[in-house]
């Protein structure tokens, strides 16, 4: 399996299709397709979580960081509705609003976020954006790519087993 960033987040090429057709061969199965995505989607949320720190004058919290894991899927995103100050956190920023007006950050003595840093390239690997988030997908996306693979590798072992099919 591949990764790509698509949509504003990883997508795992065949990701859909191999959970579907674990889903025709028993529920029990798809569920522990789910888990091993959301296993590996933990991971990168508690990587990110402790990459935090402190942002600035804003104290971190630990739900901050979200996961979910479905059937058409796994994702980490920044919980912004609920935390302002979230894409300051993980993309920094140019400006901060000072009694409401906008000034830019290289004026203060201490900064409110990082400088900004956008997201630079679709590619996960060339991409140079972010603090949190971002930083440990690239550092951690081979090794999630081959834990999965593995992981599913063997439940579809499993299933093809349970369900007769020859092993070679």
Same mark, same amino acid.
């Given at each position: ?7 504003? /987040? %990883? ?7 191999? @959970? ?6 028993? /529920? ?15 991971? %990168?949320?508690?990587? !990110? ?6 942002? /600035?004058?804003? #104290?971190?919290?630990?739900?901050? @960081?979200?996961?979910?894991? =479905?059937?058409?899927?796994?994702? %980490? ?5 609920? &935390? ?14 000072? &009694? *409401? $007006? ?11 976020? /990082?400088?900004?840093? #956008? #997201?630079? !390239? !679709?590619?996960?690997?060339? $991409? =140079? *954006? *972010?603090?949190?988030?971002? #930083? %440990? ?6 090794? @999630?790519?081959?834990q999965v693979s593995e992981d599913l590798t063997k439940l579809i072992d499993k299933a093809m087993r349970q369900a007769g099919v020859p092993r070679g």
């Amino acid at each position: 399996m591949a990764a790509t960033q698509k949509r504003g /987040g %990883v997508e795992v090429d065949g990701l859909a299709e191999s @959970i579907r057709a674990l889903g025709k061969l028993d /529920g029990e199965y798809r569920k522990e397709a789910v888990q091993v995505f959301r296993e590996a989607a933990t991971d %990168v949320q508690k990587r !990110s979580q402790a990459a935090i720190g402190r942002v /600035g004058r804003y #104290p971190t919290r630990k739900g901050m @960081i979200g996961r979910s894991a =479905t059937s058409t899927g796994a994702g %980490v995103k920044l919980r912004a509705s609920k &935390y302002p100050w979230a894409y300051g956190a993980e993309f920094g920023e140019v400006v901060a609003a000072v &009694y *409401g $007006n906008e000034v830019g950050q290289s004026r203060f003595k201490r900064r409110t976020f /990082g400088e900004f840093k #956008p #997201p630079t !390239s !679709s590619d996960m690997f060339a $991409n =140079t *954006g *972010g603090y949190m988030i971002q #930083p %440990v997908l690239r550092a951690r996306l081979p090794h @999630i790519e081959k834990q999965v693979s593995e992981d599913l590798t063997k439940l579809i072992d499993k299933a093809m087993r349970q369900a007769g099919v020859p092993r070679g």
